[in-house]
């Protein structure tokens, strides 16, 4: 049986090599399905500890296997995502992404450099454990369709089929060093919306001449606003939101069409299904009611996301041996996405949160020019991550 003591000495010894890839990745930020650079280089890294992988999945996603003893046991994957964001970094740091336009402000060069921090504590414990730890790193978490779905397709656990899945997710709002945890729904389905309003368009100084789909448009808006307040039930957390909203006419020209684009998010499928039927029949009734035509186009994203009640209870127990008393939170459900949620649909999960706010500095939030983690949290990621690998193979 492996001593925790021993993980946390392996992460100190290890800890200013990754720090040093850490602020590599964040330097060199790649968008999604653009992750070449960052892929090769992990791919080195992976070299350097003598590692085998296979790579090119789904462009230029990456996956592999640290065998212990008796490896056909049993199996625990750990997954990270791979892909930056279309944002202009705003920060002072002295390895601020040179990619101009392109920055990890949603925490993934965390995620990449604790999954090789751990596949380095893991092949040194190799000899120690029973069982295989399948590591995973995937591109393009950040676009739909995402490379969860993509990676699954291309057939990464057709060989092997791990008995279950974790990841974990940067969170500026809790304290470095502490990790949250929720059993069963933790983050929402996403679907996209796309609306065209058509009506006739004219002179603004005869609008009963025309038809006008602004008006209609606005209408429209507000009906679909009911999904919320008077279909979805209390007890059923949902969402929806316009998020652009497109007349392009003048001071003196109603435009003939409208265009719009929302989202919807929830956590039940049955309702997912249903709150499609009612964005289709609220807008298009509502259009007709005005003399207008409303076409409804309905973009399917992500799943919600699943965490296995047992495992995760089970990893809520090693994250609080592993960790100091009181580090381990109860996580909320969040309306956010994450296609993970497709790993967590064959394969029992546990998706985490994992504190990253630099103590005694403003919170800068995910998605944010200004986003930042304390480097610190490297020792609680890559030590926990190495601690649940270890005691789910054991079990």
Not at 53 to 80: E, H, L, M, S
Not at 95 to 105: D, L, R, Y
Not at 214 to 225: N, S
Request: with cysteine.
């Amino acid at each position: 049986m492996i001593n925790k003591d021993t993980i946390k000495d392996l992460v100190n010894e290890e800890f200013d090599e990754i720090v040093s890839i850490r602020r590599h990745l964040h330097k060199y930020p790649e968008l999604s399905k653009q992750e070449k650079e960052t892929s090769k280089f992990i791919c080195n890294e992976l070299d350097k500890i003598g590692i085998k992988y296979c790579n090119d999945i789904y462009g230029y996603g990456i996956y592999g296997f640290i065998d212990g003893k008796d490896p056909q046991t049993k199996c625990v994957a750990i997954r990270a995502d791979m892909d930056a964001l279309p944002i202009d970094e705003q920060t002072s740091l002295d390895f601020k992404s040179v990619n101009k336009g392109v920055m990890h402000a949603c925490g993934h060069d965390i995620h990449m450099s604790s999954l090789l921090g751990t596949i380095k504590i893991l092949n040194k414990l190799k000899d120690s454990f029973i069982g295989r730890v399948m590591f995973i790193f995937q591109p393009s978490e950040e676009e739909y369709p995402g490379g969860a779905i993509s990676m699954i397709k291309a057939g990464i656990f057709n060989k092997v089929k791990p008995s279950s899945i974790f990841a974990f997710h940067s969170t500026p709002e809790m304290e470095c060093g502490t990790v949250g945890m929720k059993e069963g729904e933790l983050m929402a389905s996403t679907d996209e919306i796309y609306i065209t309003i058509k009506g006739k368009g004219g002179h603004g100084a005869t609008p009963h001449l025309d038809i006008d789909p602004i008006v209609t448009a606005c209408h429209v808006v507000t009906a679909l606003q009911t999904i919320v307040s008077r279909n979805a039930k209390p007890t059923m957390p949902t969402t929806f939101s316009v998020g652009k909203f497109i007349a392009n006419g003048r001071t003196n020209i109603i435009p003939s069409e409208v265009k719009m684009e929302c989202i919807i998010r929830t956590f039940d499928e049955s309702w997912r299904k249903e709150c499609h039927n009612l964005i289709h029949r609220i807008a298009e009734n509502t259009a007709k009611a005005f003399g207008a035509e409303a076409e409804v186009f309905i973009d399917p994203g992500y799943p919600f996301v699943y965490n296995d009640i047992d495992l995760t209870r089970k990893a809520e127990t090693y994250a609080k041996e592993f960790l100091p008393k009181d580090a381990v939170k109860q996580a909320e459900m969040r309306m956010t996405s994450e296609d993970f949620s497709y790993f967590a649909q064959i394969i029992p999960a546990c998706y985490f949160r994992l504190g990253t706010h630099i103590k005694n500095e403003p919170i800068a939030n995910l998605h944010t020019a200004y986003f930042n983690a304390d480097e610190n949290v490297l020792k609680t990621s890559i030590g926990l991550c190495s601690y649940l690998a270890i005691k789910t193979l054991e079990e």
